[in-house]
């Protein structure tokens, strides 16, 4: 069996450990039915495995490191389930998702799930490469190998609870078309780098932790308020005017100029007090020396 797709059925349970003797297996599509368990580590060892879709599950555990043994996937869809842990390490292995082959399409039909809307691909073409960890509850970083995956085109790590920086190696992917991290408790700044992503059509970093300027220019420039709402402090276009941002940062100088002077007034004070203190300490002397010189009359 090379082929074995049953979507959207009512199926439960956990995957059948007969499964294992699809050894040559390059497509496993279970998508929205009501499958249950931890994701069977013998899926890891079907190295023709191009596809794998299981989202729409109730899977829960960690997803296996050997995953990453899957050298021929190019499309990986394990979202909306109850997957916890970190995101594989490692994926440098995932070697389809930067060496594109010239190998025949695979004639299946499969949907994909992008900000609410939902896709359907009619066949998949060796280029159609898709990992999609979204919806989960996934926590720790995102790792920086994920940059390796050099002909990747849709990557969503949504709804999860993911943190730390948002990898400044993803600006290596210069296939990316569609971009997802929103939802999550990424922190820092986006990557400058980002914006040399030119073939980025669909970005989305809202409801984050993510603080400083927004990059500008190429894609940058399309991509609306809702891409970048809902985080600590993003500034620059679109949120707002941008000459509006510009004063907000000048004003932002500003502000530390002002507390340098605030300082500095500060001990101008402390300066002139010891003046005064020194002039009235000089009064006073002078005015003792007068009034014994007058008594002594």
């Not at 998508?31 to 069977?40: F, I, M, S």
């Not at 394990?78 to 390490?89: D, H």
Request: hydrophobic share 35%; aromatic share 8%.
């Amino acid at each position: 069996m090379v082929f074995f797709s049953a979507h959207s059925n009512n199926l439960y349970g956990a995957l059948p450990i007969s499964l294992a003797n699809c050894t040559h297996l390059q497509l496993l599509d279970l998508r929205k039915n009501g499958l249950t368990g931890e994701l069977p580590l013998y899926l890891t060892f079907s190295h023709d495995l191009e596809v794998l879709s299981l989202s729409y599950n109730n899977f829960h555990g960690y997803i296996p490191q050997h995953i990453t043994n899957l050298t021929k996937l190019h499309v990986l869809d394990l979202s909306n389930n109850k997957f916890n842990g970190s995101i594989p390490t490692h994926l440098e292995r995932l070697s389809r998702f930067a060496n594109v082959s010239n190998e025949d399409y695979l004639d299946e039909e499969i949907e994909i799930d992008m900000k609410g809307s939902q896709y359907t691909l009619s066949y998949l073409l060796p280029t159609n490469t898709i990992f999609d960890l979204s919806c989960n509850s996934l926590t720790g970083e995102i790792p920086a190998s994920i940059g390796s995956m050099s002909h990747l085109r849709l990557l969503n790590l949504s709804w999860n609870h993911l943190e730390g920086k948002i990898p400044a190696t993803l600006s290596k992917i210069s296939t990316l078309e569609q971009l997802d991290l929103a939802h999550n408790n990424l922190s820092g700044k986006i990557p400058e780098d980002l914006s040399k992503l030119h073939e980025l059509v669909v970005l989305d970093v809202s409801s984050n932790n993510l603080c400083g300027k927004i990059p500008t220019g190429t894609q940058f420039s399309t991509f609306n308020v809702t891409s970048f709402q809902k985080n600590m402090c993003l500034w620059g276009c679109p949120l707002g005017s941008c000459n509006e941002n510009e004063r907000k940062e000048r004003k932002g100088d500003n502000a530390i100029k002002s507390s340098n002077v605030r300082v500095g007034w500060l001990s101008h004070l402390d300066e002139n007090m010891s003046l005064i203190a020194l002039g009235i300490g000089i009064g006073i002397g002078f005015g003792g020396v007068v009034i014994i010189f007058m008594l002594s009359k």
